[in-house]
């Protein structure tokens, strides 16, 4: 499980750097906006390699049990996912009344992903993968806030970012049900 929680803190520690809004400028700065960018997404991108190769070593060791969440936690889930997977999909440029209500929707969407997460995994594995994915998005959205970015405006008008949000969202939603079992080792359709 070490090599996850290495995962978690490179991958984590990279996203919540930006938070750091002086430290960050002196960085781009030095480097330049280019390179920075690149080396927070080598940074990133071996973090997510670490947590995937060490969620993968730590299930193939053995699931350590810490709580059995009830059957009913995954019809609660079903749905969750689904409102997650449309709160990403309304983070894209195009305007919407969905991405004026969430006002950061990709945060979102990471908070319901994990919360959604947390309920139907009771290992400790599980529980440290998405706990501190949903502890980081709490963080992150406290500090935008904090810094006065008001996200996304509001919107009084259905626009094309609503039928984006709905329409990719569900599709994203229902790609992942059917190929979770191959993509993450784990079916949540039964069988």
Do not use: C
Not at 22 to 38: T, V, W
């Amino acid at each position: 499980m070490l090599i996850l929680i290495a995962g978690i803190v490179i991958f984590l520690g990279a996203h919540s750097f930006t938070t750091l809004r002086g430290a960050r400028e002196r960085l781009i700065a030095r480097l330049g906006a280019g390179p920075y960018r690149g080396l927070h997404s080598l940074v990133s991108l071996v973090g997510f390699g670490l947590i995937v190769w060490g969620f993968g070593q730590y299930r193939a060791a053995g699931l350590i049990p810490v709580w059995s969440p009830p059957g009913w936690t995954r019809h609660l889930t079903l749905p969750l996912m689904w409102l997650a997977f449309i709160s990403l999909a309304a983070s894209g440029p195009a305007p919407g009344v969905i991405r004026g209500l969430l006002r950061h929707p990709m945060l979102v969407a990471v908070k319901i992903w994990a919360l959604a997460h947390l309920l139907v995994n009771g290992d400790a594995g599980g529980m440290v993968l998405f706990a501190s994915f949903l502890a980081w998005a709490v963080f992150d959205r406290i500090s935008v806030k904090r810094r006065g970015d008001a996200g996304a405006p509001r919107q009084s008008k259905l626009g094309l970012g609503d039928a984006i949000a709905v329409g990719g969202g569900t599709l994203a939603y229902v790609a992942m049900l059917v190929g979770h079992r191959w993509i993450i080792g784990v079916s949540v359709l039964g069988g």
